[in-house]
């Protein structure tokens, strides 16, 4: 029996991750995983989580390049949640904090920052997520460009030789 069929999946066929950093022991993140995302980590040894608005498994820090190797795996006593020891690769939230737990609270829901951020979301998200279509698109934005600078010279070269046909029949005359 393969670890999945002994899992307990909720209606919507996740069950809760606890994500842990091997080194430090801080507790990185919760994720939820769906069977195959499950399976999709162990074969590949890093933390893949299904994400739906995207329809598909997604290693975790596709877009940052923030990828978890996997060290070990546990199971929790009741077969209702998983903990995964990682290494994290530079940070585990995607606003920049090596834990996405860096918010401490209070009961009145007062937060305060106990974290120093390892990078910049701008600079990580900005970047790569855009990158292919702005770099699309300011192709594109040439391509237009020079086409448009190509008519336009064709156009002085026009302009230029009909005033000047003009210009001269003007004198000639
Ligand atoms: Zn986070």
Same mark, same amino acid.
């Given at each position: ?16 991750? &606890?994500?842990?950093?091997? *080194? ?7 994720? %939820? ?16 989580? %299904? ?15 923030? &990828? ?32 996405? #737990? #860096? ?9 305060? &920052? ?12 900005? *970047? ?46």
């Amino acid at each position: 029996m393969a670890l999945v069929d002994e899992l307990n999946f909720n209606e919507k066929g996740l069950i809760p991750a &606890i994500i842990q950093d091997d *080194k430090t022991s801080k507790v990185l993140t919760l994720c %939820y995983m769906n069977k195959d995302a499950i399976e999709k980590s162990f074969d590949e040894g890093k933390i893949y989580v %299904y994400r739906r608005s995207l329809g598909r498994l997604m290693i975790k820090g596709e877009t940052s390049g923030c &990828i978890q190797e996997i060290r070990s795996v546990y199971v929790d006593c009741a077969n209702n949640s998983l903990l995964f020891k990682v290494d994290q690769h530079r940070a585990a939230c995607h606003e920049g904090y090596f834990t996405c #737990y #860096y918010l401490k609270v209070d009961k009145k829901g007062n937060k305060e &920052i106990v974290d120093q951020k390892v990078f910049d979301p701008k600079d990580v998200y900005g *970047k790569e997520e855009n990158s292919p279509p702005l770099v699309t698109k300011s192709d594109q934005w040439r391509d237009l460009a020079k086409i448009f600078i190509n008519f336009g010279g064709l156009l002085a070269i026009s302009m230029k030789k009909f005033f000047n046909v003009t210009f001269r029949l003007n004198v000639d005359s």
